[in-house]
């Protein structure tokens, strides 16, 4: 099974961007689970003025997975926090130059841990939330796709 | 430094595989079945090379016939033998969890068209129990087909047993040997074998060549329709330069045989040695037997394919079996059969040497992996999750 990886993935994946944890973060999203093979989480500190001043992440995942999430955290950086939940996964695959088809999925849950670590800021901070209808896990919906 | 370690997957050709092939190309060119000179010249080739490659097995060369790869020689195995058994009113066949997909899927198949096939487990060392064969042989038994080295974790069954077993009871024995042929001693009388697998491109010979062995006392027929080449049982113009070559191939694998062993076994074991300094890391398969030059780990905590990248990075070629590798959600169902919770075998590693490696290159593979392994463990949700209910991670516990 032969994959083509461009050089913005191998990029970031011989070199991710944001890896690591943050200690105060206000907003932690981890989404994916070992048994898939997928896991990522994601660590936001948002000021007061909504703004996201720091982003980590750690993934234990494919290739794929790693090189989404860290120009993930490239994307949402220094953007207010409603940039962030407006990140598609086809703008992930878009800043990196394309994905193999069957990876895919990799840019779906990067899209979905951001999405999730500023769903529990939102949590934290009392206020309401309405992002949680796609928190299921997308390796789900692979499954039912090859069904 | 580049070093090959994926062997199992595929083999680079050896220099006598490569001079038999060149004037199998320019010159030996006729079609065997053709009157002339030129097709008698390659006959004899033809001829040559079956006796070669049924002396190397313990066979005689009527029970060599020639095959596109190891897959097809697989597939004819065993639907013939199910061909046989249905035809005496014996639909029921045994094999094992770990077996290739070639022989699983054909099994598949099979089912489909009404036969019920027993899949005995492996349990944690890799290894077919006799006693388990003996209890799942019913009286409409009519095959058992184990592989005689696992290409993912390299444990070797006790072939010789399961082939005395079956002529006991007089059950067709079939063993997909595409890892064991030109690696292992294999001899078909001594092992008690009625059908055997085996490919080229495994020992050093092109890829797009293989052969079947069938007893001669087994009525094999066609798998595919044709000429009357392979006496008749498999039509198509022979492919010369590639039988050619895997039979010089073979014949310098088996006279080499015992210091190759001993050559890539030390050089397996000082990998492995090596490899489980390595904290919270697991060697895969029985480690009496074992095929000599493959190696499989779990690391925990880290996923196949970026530690495969992250190798290949290095110029390390090797192997996983992780999902991402296989195209599926899941990971290896060899590794799964073993009793592994997918989490740890997402986080496995193949690797597969052969004689042309050397310990410079496995001290390199040592050199590399601890850091590679460091560095995507440093990234991984799950590892860190693992350190904080870990009192001591360099002991896993």
């Known amino acids: 099974m032969a994959m083509e990886y461009s050089e913005k993935v191998m990029e970031h994946f011989a070199h991710p961007h944001n890896v690591g944890t943050i200690e105060d973060a206000n907003g932690i999203g981890e989404v994916g689970n070992a048994k898939c093979g997928d896991i990522m989480r994601m660590y936001l500190k948002i000021d007061e003025n909504e703004i996201i001043e720091d982003v980590k992440f750690q993934t234990f995942g494919c290739a794929s997975a790693i090189a989404t999430s860290s120009i993930a955290t490239d994307m949402i950086k220094g953007k207010p926090v409603t940039e962030a939940l407006s990140l598609t996964n086809k703008a992930v695959v878009e800043a990196l130059d394309g994905l193999p088809a069957v990876k895919i999925h990799c840019s779906v849950l990067a899209e979905q841990a951001v999405k999730a670590a500023v769903a529990d800021y939102y949590k934290r901070k009392g206020m309401p939330c309405d992002i949680c209808e796609s928190c299921d896990c997308v390796h789900e919906h692979i499954k039912a796709g090859m069904e | ?397």
């Open chain 2, 1 to 397: 430094m580049f070093v090959y370690a994926d062997n199992a997957a595929t083999t680079a050709m050896s220099k006598a595989a490569a001079d038999a092939m060149l004037p199998a190309m320019r010159e030996l060119y006729g079609n065997p079945s053709s009157l002339h000179q030129k097709g008698r010249e390659a006959n004899m080739a033809l001829m040559g090379a079956r006796e070669t490659v049924a002396r190397c097995l313990g066979a005689e060369a009527k029970e060599i016939y020639f095959t596109g790869c190891g897959t097809e020689a697989d597939n004819w195995a065993i639907l013939e033998g199910a061909r046989l058994g249905a035809e005496a009113g014996k639909k029921h066949i045994i094999s094992d969890a770990i077996e290739h997909h070639a022989v699983l899927h054909t099994l598949a198949k099979l089912e489909k068209q009404g036969f019920a096939v027993t899949y005995l487990p492996v349990h944690e060392n890799g290894l077919v129990r006799l006693e388990e064969l003996a209890a799942a042989i019913r009286p409409d038994t009519c095959l058992v087909t184990v592989m005689f080295c696992n290409n993912e974790i390299g444990t070797l069954q006790p072939i010789r047993e399961i082939g005395a077993l079956c002529r006991e009871k007089g059950i067709l024995f079939h063993t997909d040997a595409v890892q064991a042929v030109g690696h292992v001693p294999v001899n078909v009388v001594e092992d008690n074998i009625d059908m055997l697998s085996l490919s080229g491109h495994k020992f050093h010979a092109p890829k797009g060549v293989g052969a079947l062995y069938c007893k001669k006392s087994v009525k094999l027929k066609n798998f595919i329709e044709g000429g009357a080449q392979e006496r008749g049982r498999r039509g198509g113009t022979e492919a010369i330069p590639g039988i050619l070559a895997m039979a010089a191939a073979l014949e310098e694998s088996c006279a080499h045989l015992e210091e190759n062993m001993a050559k890539v076994s030390a050089m397996r074991d000082k990998l492995i040695a090596g490899l489980s300094k390595i904290p919270c890391s697991r060697c895969n398969g029985d480690p009496d037997h074992r095929a000599p030059g493959i190696v499989s780990f779990c690391f925990e905590g880290i996923e196949g394919e970026s530690l495969l990248l992250r190798l290949d990075l290095a110029g390390i070629c090797a192997s996983s079996g992780s999902a991402c590798t296989s195209g599926s959600l899941d990971p290896s169902h060899v590794l799964l059969a073993l009793g592994l919770p997918h989490e740890i075998a997402h986080g496995s590693l193949r690797l597969s040497l052969c004689e042309y490696n050397t310990m410079e290159e496995v001290d390199y593979i040592l050199e590399q992996m601890p850091d590679i392994v460091r560095t995507l463990r440093q990234m991984s949700p799950v590892w860190l999750h693992m350190l904080e209910n870990m009192e001591d991670p360099y002991t896993c516990s």
